[in-house]
């Protein structure tokens, strides 16, 4: 496939491909026990991590050889390479490792073509819960569950008091802060990048996120949510540089600053 090929013209394939991820995933999800390793900066590491990313990246390289692929658990390129790349891919093999090891199926594959520093085409695979969301440019967002598929769009509840989508197990001081300042709202907890698709799907209003996170984690659901008609904006409350803009992947710091993901009303007031 040429470099010349449009984003939306990779979604169908990169469904597939997360698939094959799920599958492999699911089968070590389904063992009795599931071993766990710690990597240098403490986060859990299993066996499904790896093997997913075994069959992404040898998948993408039939797929597009000549786009490079920066995934979680590979050494990451020097951003003496990266700063040339005007295509990549962006994975997480599985997002979440800490709701697989809970078992409550809140976890993801994630895989994102970034094109310019814009994700442009996304695919966000729950493969414990037999859902998937994707998105692409010019071609729209459409959530997978089972065989069916219908496109959906990030207008939010339209609720009196919104829906806010929080991490299960990385809230934190911070959003408690945000949260704080917003007023009367519903809280929805859950794990992994499915909160930035429930954003795309106008189940949630918005998603504070101000602790860490890679690029690898939110670009997926990203590219869903753009291709929704939503967006993910910087938080002012963070103080870096960029407050204020839409967060975009050109850039040497693979951990993201803190962000708000929003819907179609656009960014809220407080940030």
Known sequence: MSKEQSAQSFLDPLVDLAHAAGQAILTIYQQDRLAVEKKADDSPVTAADLESQRVIVEGLGVLAPEIPVLAEESAAAPWTERRDWDRFWLVDPLDGTREFLARNGEFTVNIALIEDGLPTAGVVLAPALDRAWIGARDAGAFEIEGDARRPIEAKGTGAAEPTIM??????????????????????????????????????????????????????????????????????????????????????????????????????????
């Open 166 to 271: 929080v991490s299960r197990s990385h809230a934190g001081e911070k959003v408690e802060r945000y949260l704080g300042r917003l007023g009367a709202h519903q809280r929805l907890p859950m794990g992994s990048s499915i909160k930035l698709c429930l954003v795309a799907t106008g189940e949630a209003d918005l998603y504070p996120r101000l602790n860490p996170t890679r690029m690898w984690d939110t670009a997926a659901g990203h590219a869903v949510l753009l291709a929704a008609g939503g967006d993910i904006i910087i938080a002012r409350a963070e103080g870096v540089d960029g407050a204020g803009e839409p967060l975009r992947y050109y850039r040497e710091e693979l951990l993201n600053p803190g962000f708000v993901a929003y819907g179609t009303s656009g960014p809220p007031a407080v940030l």
